[in-house]
């Protein structure tokens, strides 16, 4: 079993600006992701079980060769254990039934037979062997709670007109929501990558905070007393390799 430096994937907020899996590798984990976040809302899990799994899945590659599992195995498995950690319970079975018609479009259910216990029991183990590899490590700090407070107190912030006329909240939560196609959870903290997202929203449409000239400190770090623009633009910059790589894979 051959392990990845810690390096390729951790690092914290002063990692460069790229994500940390070579490009070949990079979008395989895209693909994966795509699939456990599909997977995720066929299965009528919640955003914090979906991001949860996610990052399962990139901390257990993080430690592990790509070549060494089948990565939607590790899926499978990282929605079922998210699901528990989560307290959002789900069956194999249903797991079993989403992924094959995710793989398999128009397929019925799978029979009770040989092959389904084979994939079931295949779930469970490699479910125990992400356990010891993040040696029981599966809980996450989400920005999700932080995303929520930051646009609220923006709201106040900015004149109605501004809020109304521009999709901002919504666009910072689609821009978190893929910011789990790659490593970025496991890269930075929850509160800068929340603080990111809201930012490039803000980029996205012109919109600009209020006396921001004349304030004491940029309206970001209100937020996050710690968090610099050199933090900001390498979240923004991970992101964009992200998008750039969903008009790449097919």
């Known amino acids: 079993m051959e392990a990845i430096s810690q390096d390729s994937c951790g690092g914290g907020d002063e990692a460069p600006g790229a994500e940390g ?5 990079a979008r395989v984990h895209f693909r994966v992701t795509r699939f456990i976040m599909e997977a995720g809302v066929k299965l ?3 955003s914090i ?14 430690e592990i060769n790509l070549n060494a599992y089948d990565p939607y195995l590790v899926a499978m498995s990282s929605l079922y254990l998210a699901g528990k950690v989560e307290e ?9 039934n989403v992924s094959n018609r ?8 799978l029979e009770l037979d040989s092959r389904f216990w084979v ?3 295949s779930i469970v183990q490699c ?3 992400v356990l010891r590899v993040l040696r029981f490590q599966v809980s996450f700090q989400h920005p999700h709670k932080y995303l929520l407070h930051y646009l609220i107190s923006l709201k106040n912030w900015l004149n ?7 999709p901002i909240s919504i666009t910072a939560w689609a821009l978190l929501r893929d910011s789990y196609h790659g490593g970025l959870c496991l890269r930075f903290r929850a509160q800068h990558i929340a603080v990111a997202v809201l930012h490039l929203a803000l980029q996205v449409y012109g919109v600009e905070v209020p006396a921001e000239a004349e304030a004491e400190k940029p309206w970001w770090q209100v937020f996050s007393d710690d968090l610099t623009k050199p933090i900001i633009d390498n979240i923004v910059s991970d992101l964009i390799q992200i998008y750039t790589m969903d008009t790449e894979i097919p």
């Open 102 to 109: 995710y793989f398999h479009p128009g397929s019925e259910p």
């Open 160 to 166: 109605r007109y501004s809020w109304q006329r521009t």
């Open 119 to 121: 994939i079931r029991d």
């Open 127 to 129: 479910e125990l062997l």
């Open 44 to 46: 009528g899990m919640q």
């Open 21 to 25: 899996w070579p490009a070949p590798e």
């Open 88 to 96: 959002q319970h789900l069956r194999t079975r249903d797991i079993i």
């Open 49 to 62: 079980p979906i991001a949860t799994a996610c990052a399962i899945y990139h901390k257990f590659f993080c």
